[in-house]
């Protein structure tokens, strides 16, 4: 067995190479620091406007912080409650999450809303995911009741049917031992590749449950979500949007979908408050 860190230098410059990850700045703040940015205000309270808290969840390899430095004072500057959590974390890995099992990483999603309700005294939340984050609260809302708990459920990139990373998954069989590698070194990829036990599980018996609304934002330049259209799910109160068909100039990719792209931070508005959307278009970007 290789050592921890070689695998973990490993995996990381393939995802870099994929475009999957970016390197936190030094010192990185954690989740108790946000409030100097406005979210994970454990003092707020939803106004009548947005009575719903905003539950953000952040990609593999991501952390509750770096994940969400522009959707989140977007959100906060319009009035909502926002909060992030730090989930699928493996010891002696700091900064780089959403690397355990995924079915783990649901339970902790699920204590944090938990917690979030308790603060607001709401009754439901909305949930904005990227990447991983926008489908690991599928089993949260399938398997450990979160649809009692969960109003909408917005995926910005997510790998609802998995993903073969640009297709550097199909070169696994070719080295032996290296499933079993990444199974046990790094269960939240392996969660996540196309035709995993895990993703067949999620994805029995349909893709939604009653209840729930739920959005997929996808960007046609996904070269971690492969193909893009993996990420869309079907059934009812499903609104699967591709960016470009709403600004054909956009040139984001996985990474910047979900970090810094204001049309889609506009779309995401429009998905908490379908009453108030506004057409995104590439003026947006500058809304």
């Known amino acids: 067995m290789l050592p921890w860190n070689r695998i973990r230098r490993c995996l990381v410059a393939l995802l870099l190479a994929a ?53 989140a004072p ?66 949260y809302l399938k398997f450990l009741g979160g649809a009692a708990e969960v109003n909408a459920l917005i995926g910005i990139a997510p790998d609802n049917h998995g993903t073969t990373l640009s297709g550097l998954t199909k070169l696994l069989p070719y080295f032996p031992g290296a499933e079993d590698l990444l199974s046990t070194a790094t269960p939240g990829l392996a969660d996540q590749i196309t035709g995993s036990d895990f993703l067949t599980k999620l994805n029995e018996g349909g893709d939604t449950v009653p209840g729930v609304r739920y959005t997929v934002l996808a960007t046609k330049y996904d070269q971690v979500v492969t193909p893009y259209r993996s990420g869309y799910l079907e059934g009812p109160d499903v609104r699967n949007v591709l960016l470009q068909d709403l600004c054909p100039v956009d040139l984001s990719e996985h990474l910047a979908i979900g970090l810094f792209d204001r049309i889609a931070f506009h779309e995401v508005a429009n998905a908490l408050d379908p009453a108030h959307a506004k057409p995104t278009t590439c003026a947006s970007a500058f809304s």
């Open 19 to 71: 475009g999957l990850v970016t390197v936190p700045a030094a010192g990185a703040a954690t989740a108790a620091e946000a409030p100097r940015s406005g979210w994970n205000d454990w003092s707020c309270k939803p106004s009548d406007a947005h009575p719903r808290p905003v539950v953000l969840v952040h990609g593999t390899l991501g952390n509750s912080v770096d994940n969400w430095l522009g959707l």
């Open 74 to 139: 977007y959100l906060v500057k319009r009035g909502y409650c926002v909060y992030s959590l730090d989930y699928g974390q493996l010891p002696g890995v700091p900064f780089f999450h959403g690397l355990g099992p995924i079915d783990k990483s649901a339970e902790q999603l699920d204590a944090f809303v938990d917690k979030v309700l308790d603060s607001t005294g709401a009754a439901e939340t909305d949930l904005v995911g990227h990447s991983q984050g926008g489908m690991m609260p599928r089993h």
